[in-house]
């Protein structure tokens, strides 16, 4: 292939990522990353993009979007941008154009992955390699399953948007305080970024940013420290309730912005205590739950990395 052949975007809700490769092969050197919210399309941020990267020759474009693909579009869940394959193909002229959900391409990022690109969170004595579960809390909360390699076979998912089941008085009054500001009652709204903002309003009636709160976690602010250990709770609980659903023996996978801003909760004992706590829900079910592994995926653009197993399969 020729220079400046294919093209790689990750579209999330906060942040795009894009990354130019002479071919499949390649590794990645220079990738640009724009806040969505500076532009109101996607088709804004992308010609930006071509225009500061030069790109001339417009080949192959393969798009990991935060949203549910169908025949051919996406609608951001969390940004009110429609991404369709006829509107790029017509504006932009690419060859080939692929467009898939961001955690199914997510999925293909294992087969890239160094061994110093995963932390273990929990260790298992594992004996299968399928199917592995993907979990990223971000701006929303992304979900998908790796069922096989070859032939290639993902299942994307909206598990984010599954309904938010309190198990205790408090986080029955969360959900209570989620209707009173008009916001669904969903598992998105209690392990994401916006999660981080919600449980923060609930605990304060202070409406601080995600990241403003994981660094006055950082600096030792009790509610935002509190606010970081609910997360811990459910995130153990969600990777739980994903076990228990699909047995991913191959291993659950961690990745996400927020996960990468609270990384360094990993090593605090008292947090990730919570997480354990949670990710063993149900005491009949501890010895499956021995058998799955946990990671936290540290490379710091794995939907991007993993996209190229999808071209891979797709260029066969």
């Known amino acids: 292939m020729t220079k400046n052949n294919i ?76 991404i369709s394959i006829k509107d790029i193909k017509k504006e932009f002229q690419f060859k080939k154009i692929f467009l898939v959900n961001d955690l199914y391409a997510l999925s293909g990022c294992v087969f890239h992955l160094r061994k110093s690109d995963l932390k273990p969170i929990k260790k298992a004595p594992s004996n299968k390699t399928y199917p592995k579960a993907f979990l990223a809390p971000g701006t929303g909360l992304g979900l998908s399953f790796l069922i096989s390699k ?69 600096n030792g602010e009790k509610e935002a420290i509190k606010v970081i250990k609910k997360f811990f709770e459910l995130l153990g609980r969600r990777c739980y309730e994903i076990s228990v659903s699909l047995q991913p023996f191959g291993g659950i996978y961690l990745a996400g912005g927020v996960l990468e801003a609270l990384r360094e909760f990993f090593e605090q004992k008292d947090i990730i205590q919570g997480f354990y706590e949670n990710f063993y829900f149900f005491e009949h079910m501890k010895k499956l739950l021995e058998n799955i592994p946990i990671y936290l995926i540290l490379h710091p653009f794995p939907v991007l990395l ?10 066969k």
């Open 7 to 82: 093209i790689i975007g990750d579209i999330g809700g906060t942040k795009s990522r894009f990354v130019c490769l002479p071919n499949i092969k390649s590794e990645f050197k220079e990738i640009k990353v724009y806040i969505n919210s500076n532009y109101s399309s996607f088709e804004k941020v992308f010609s930006e993009y071509l225009k500061s990267a030069a790109i001339k020759e417009k080949n192959i474009l393969l798009l990991a979007v935060a949203g549910p693909v169908i025949k051919g579009e996406a609608f951001l869940t969390n940004l009110s941008w429609k």
């Open 306 to 315: 993993g996209a190229l197993t999808i071209l891979h399969s797709r260029l």
């Open 150 to 218: 070859n032939p290639l076979k993902i299942l994307p998912s909206e598990g984010g948007h599954i309904p938010f089941s309190p198990q205790n008085e408090e986080e029955y009054e969360f959900l209570k305080f989620l209707k009173t500001k008009n916001k669904p009652q969903t598992y998105e709204e209690a392990l994401s970024g916006r999660g981080l903002s919600n449980w923060y309003a609930f605990y304060t009636g202070k409406e601080l940013s995600p990241e403003d709160i994981t660094e006055r976690a950082k």
